[in-house]
């Protein structure tokens, strides 16, 4: 069946420096995308969205960008801090009110 | 503040059990989802309810079933649990439309010895 996927399943940054997840999706009639992050012992938290009639949403100091013809979709964290360090996972929605379906997540690490 | 609220943060259970996890939501959302967590294959949806007393399979049922009587409560049941369900079990709700996406619980680590 169609998933989301992530390309790299580590990432370590410099605090201060920007951060940028990737993820890929191979539904292409999925129409809505989340960003979850996941602290260690804790249960995914919502960070942002991004509706597919959108190529770019921000929020504080996170943006989510969306390039539906190569089915790409981005989580960039500017200023990374050490408590952005958690496993970032992207989701997607397909018409209908389906189910979410997950990534595999990316940790990131933000080295002081 | 909303809350997803799972019963128990750890559970050990011994093969051939009978597990409960249990799941409540204060938002009266339609929508309860369980997935289970496991390193490198992510989060998985096991059932999910978009109503009471409904029920739908997820990409892995085997093993499990699930109860929905009150829109606010869905449980989770290991009908005799096995090692191979030692894992991370995470419950969600969203609104009917699941359009501002799910709302998690803390997860219930089980494991079956």
């Known amino acids: 069946g169609e998933s989301v996927g992530l390309h790299l399943p580590t990432l370590s940054v410099q605090e201060g420096d920007n951060s940028i997840i990737n993820c890929a999706y191979s539904?292409?009639?999925?129409?809505?995308f989340i960003w979850y992050k996941q602290e260690s012992g804790k249960g995914p938290q919502f960070i942002i969205d991004?509706?597919?009639?959108?190529d770019k949403r921000q929020g504080q100091r996170v943006t989510v960008l969306l390039n539906k013809t190569v089915k790409h979709l981005s989580l960039q964290i500017a200023a990374t801090q050490p408590g952005d360090s958690a496993v970032y996972f992207c989701?997607?929605?397909?018409?209908?009110?389906?189910?979410?379906?997950f990534g595999k997540g990316t940790r990131l690490s933000v080295i002081a | 503040d909303v809350k997803v609220t799972q019963s128990s943060r750890y559970l050990v259970k011994r093969t051939g059990e009978k597990v409960f996890l249990e799941c409540v939501q204060d938002?009266?959302?339609?929508?309860m989802f369980w997935y289970r967590q496991d390193p490198g294959l992510g989060l998985r949806l096991i059932y999910f309810?978009?109503?009471?007393?409904?029920?739908e399979k997820g990409d892995i049922p085997e093993g499990y079933s699930v109860s929905r009587e009150k829109k606010e409560r869905f449980s989770l049941i290991l009908e005799s649990a096995s090692t191979n369900q030692t894992s991370m079990y995470l419950c969600?709700?969203?609104?009917?439309?699941?359009?501002?996406?799910?709302?998690f619980g803390s997860g219930t680590r089980l494991t079956v010895v």
């Open positions: 991004i509706r597919s009639n959108m």
């Open positions: 539904n292409s009639a999925s129409d809505y």
């Open positions: 969600a709700s969203s609104d009917g439309q699941g359009i501002t996406g799910y709302t």
């Open positions: 309810s978009y109503d009471v007393k409904m029920k």
């Open positions: 989701a997607e929605i397909s018409p209908g009110n389906t189910p979410l379906v």
């Open positions: 938002m009266d959302h339609e929508n």
